[in-house]
């Protein structure tokens, strides 16, 4: 699928987020690309409950709050989202453009991009289980995957669960339903993830719809390409054989600067130094915004990477739209922007 737009941001982290705001009161379409499957960055990954005391007129607002109010400001933007895809790779075209691709397939071609990739890409921890990357995405619904981009593709699929977090035991409920059988295993009896989640997943066991072993996979057994089944371990030793299409280890997330760093972008320490007055890279028409970027003074806060994302989206306005001028209007006073916001 390939996509021509103004701008195609890497990362809907919250300062990828505001600039879609930014971007969009200049008239510009956004794409955004995110690994995770869901926006909000390290906000939303890291510390949805914990509380930020930093955001200007916010006293306190939680990670997940914040983003819930940046998406609610940059709707009238319609801002299209792609989750659970890497961004891998960048090109300059002919006409100057440039073609962003994913892992998913997706091509984005733009003439501004931005990097609003912060931290890097959070990526899922590999459990220590000898051979495991062989049955590894071996194909929809069998194998190991270590996320769920289509649950129709477990339906009927004897599914293994591992981890005590919310995202095994959100998959754990909401597979469970279609699925043939539904394993869960966790080291100990307790469980990381909301109370709710927990007392779900109880009821779904009590009712016989989900088994739940304390237990760890030591093993993986199949042909390449196929599994067959694991071995488990109680906390006693014990070991056992488990037959399963399908094994989802949840051992939480990594961050890893990841594809970016081949993009041909200059990088010092894994960050992208920026000039301050339009944060673009020393590739012309290359943004970075956020905590992937550096310059004199840089404090890694959401209120400079929201500055940032302002000046960027002057910056990126001249590119998208060479022939036109950019007018400074206030938000509070231009019938315009007003329109463009949906509120008047
Ligand atoms: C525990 C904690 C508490 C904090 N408290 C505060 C605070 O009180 N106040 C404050 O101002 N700041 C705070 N911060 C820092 C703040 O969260 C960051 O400054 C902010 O998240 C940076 O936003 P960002 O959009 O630049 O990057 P991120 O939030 O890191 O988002 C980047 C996104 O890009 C995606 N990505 C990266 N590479 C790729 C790729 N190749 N393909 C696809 N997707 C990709 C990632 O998956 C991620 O979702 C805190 C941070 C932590 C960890």
């Known amino acids: 699928m390939t996509i021509e737009t103004d701008v195609a941001i890497i990362g809907a982290g919250p300062i990828g987020l505001f600039a879609v705001l930014e971007l969009g009161l200049?008239?510009?379409?956004?794409?955004?690309?995110?690994?995770?499957?869901?926006?909000g960055g390290q906000c939303t990954e890291l510390?949805?409950?914990?509380?930020?005391?930093?955001?200007?007129?916010?006293?306190?607002?939680?990670?997940?709050?914040?983003v819930n109010r940046l998406l609610e400001q940059i709707k009238p933007f319609d801002p299209q989202f792609h989750f659970g895809e890497m961004a891998t790779a960048l090109e300059k075209l002919s006409d100057g453009r440039w073609k962003l691709k994913t892992d998913a397939g997706t091509e984005i071609v733009a003439p501004v991009i931005v990097v609003g990739a912060g931290a890097g890409s959070f990526q899922p921890k590999r459990?220590?289980?000898p051979g495991i990357e062989k049955f590894e995405n071996a194909g929809d619904g069998i194998g190991v995957h270590y996320a769920v981009r289509k649950m129709e593709t477990f339906r009927g699929k004897n599914i293994l669960i591992a981890g005590g977090g919310d995202s095994a035991l959100d998959w754990v409920i909401n597979l469970a339903p279609l699925a043939k059988s539904m394993t869960l295993v966790h080291h100990r009896d307790g469980f990381r993830a909301a109370q709710h989640s927990v007392n779900q997943m109880r009821e779904l066991e009590a009712a016989g719809k989900v088994k739940f072993h304390v237990a760890?996979?030591?093993?993986?057994?199949g042909e390449p390409g196929k599994l067959t089944?694991?071995?488990?371990?109680?906390?006693?030793?014990?070991?056992?054989?488990?037959?399963t299409?399908?094994?989802?280890?949840?051992?939480?997330l990594t961050i890893k600067l990841g594809p970016i760093a081949e993009f041909g972008i200059n990088l010092h320490e894994n960050l992208i130094p920026v000039d301050t007055a339009r944060f673009e890279s020393q590739t012309p028409g290359i943004f970075a915004i956020g905590d992937i970027n550096s310059y004199t003074g840089k404090l890694k806060?959401?209120?400079?990477?929201?500055?940032?994302?302002?000046?960027?989206?002057?910056?990126?306005?001249?590119i998208c739209r060479p022939n036109e001028?950019?007018?400074?209007?206030?938000?509070?006073s231009s019938s315009n922007l007003q329109k463009k916001l949906g509120v008047s």
């Open 26 to 39: 200049l008239d510009l379409k956004c794409h955004l690309v995110d690994i995770l499957d869901r926006p």
């Open 325 to 332: 001028k950019l007018r400074f209007q206030y938000t509070t």
């Open 229 to 243: 089944g694991v071995t488990l371990a109680g906390t006693d030793k014990t070991e056992w054989h488990h037959e």
């Open 47 to 66: 510390y949805p409950e914990k509380p930020i005391y930093d955001i200007p007129g916010l006293p306190i607002v939680t990670g997940q709050e914040l």
């Open 127 to 129: 459990p220590p289980v």
């Open 245 to 252: 299409d399908a094994f989802l280890p949840f051992f939480g």
């Open 216 to 221: 760890s996979v030591k093993q993986v057994h």
């Open 301 to 318: 806060l959401i209120l400079s990477g929201f500055h940032e994302a302002a000046l960027m989206s002057q910056a990126a306005f001249h």
